[in-house]
């Protein structure tokens, strides 16, 4: 007999044991969406050792030595158990730093849309056929714009646009691969009412984007 | 005559070895304050695997009470590390690992 062997191997049935139930303990919720694979796996090779422990401690306690022939398959076993563990959790970090990106992304785009919403500059954007795809309140109380109750499509009234010399301007013409700070074009509305508008043009087709078409800033003048 | 040494144990061995780089790599993925322990317990747990098999080749009743020491050793700092490790998200969150 040898005490210090006992010792340790009762230690080690109690440590690991231990720690089985505490991984278990710890194991997500099935709601919370989060991989139950690294606990449940690490739980499985600290219970191998848990069970390499006990028996030890019966085998030298002189109960039994039956147990020592599966002990070698639970050693066998640890290690890739733990690889299991290791590589879900390293699956469940890419997930949080890609769920990570896209909240940071989300949270972007709602400052940007709260930016556009609150300025009083008219902002839209004008597809490459010179169709409206977007367009800010203020961008839709100036020029009419109203949403499609049939196609949920964003719509005008059919007004025109003309430059300074009088040249038709259409909305179109907008939606090319120039840009454009502070160009006046003249509306005339369907009523024959006519008014001054100022239009800046950022080209969305560059090389960073593949959607076409222009972000359009517009901004009455009739009547400074 | 039982060999000297077990096959059962280089392979245990071997295995455990080659687990090192993916388990490093998730260690230095998340360096959580659990990570040492973790690293402490796999270790000690390679320690224990080596003298396993040096126990068959020389000094035997040392290394036996070696093998079983850093066994115990081992599972200590495994406890550690699943104590030291964050409790269970009480539901869905973004957080950054």
């Known amino acids: 007999m040898n005490r210090l062997v006992d010792v340790a191997a009762a230690i080690s049935v109690l440590a690991f044991g231990a720690t089985t139930v505490i991984a278990l303990s710890k194991l997500p919720s099935r709601e919370s969406g989060r991989s139950r694979t690294p606990l449940i796996a690490l739980a499985a090779a600290m219970a191998l050792y848990t069970f390499v422990g006990f028996s030890n401690v019966v085998q030298y306690a002189g109960i039994t030595d039956a147990l020592d022939l599966f002990e070698d398959y639970a050693e066998l076993l640890f290690a890739p158990l733990l690889i299991l563990a290791a590589a879900a959790t390293e699956a469940q970090i890419r997930l949080d730093e890609r769920s990570h990106s896209a909240n940071m992304l989300q949270q972007q785009n709602d400052l940007l849309m709260d930016i556009v919403d609150t300025s009083p500059v008219g902002i839209m954007i004008v597809a490459p056929g010179g169709h409206i795809t977007f367009a800010n309140d203020p961008a839709r109380h100036m020029l009419g714009i109203a949403e499609s109750p049939d196609t949920g499509m964003l719509t005008h009234p059919a007004w025109t646009l003309v430059d300074a010399e009088g040249g038709a301007a259409p909305l179109e013409n907008l939606a090319g691969d120039q840009r454009i700070s502070g160009a006046r074009r003249i509306m005339t509305w369907p009523d024959g009412r006519r008014q001054q508008f100022m239009f800046s043009v950022t080209p969305m087709s560059d090389a960073s984007s593949s959607l076409g078409g222009a972000v359009v800033a517009v901004e009455a003048v009739t009547g400074r | ?97």
């Open chain 2, 1 to 97: 005559m039982e060999p000297l040494i077990n096959p059962n144990e280089v392979v245990d061995l071997v295995i455990a070895v080659l687990a090192i780089p993916i388990l490093l790599r998730v260690v230095r993925l998340r360096p959580h304050r659990e990570a040492p322990f973790f690293s402490l317990g796999y270790g000690f747990m390679l320690c224990a695997l080596v003298v396993t098999i040096l126990e068959g080749l020389i000094w035997p009743d040392l290394l036996n009470d070696a093998e079983h020491a850093f066994y115990a050793a081992s599972g200590v700092a495994f406890l550690v590390a699943v104590i030291r490790m964050p409790g269970p998200p009480a539901y869905s969150e973004h957080d950054t690992p």
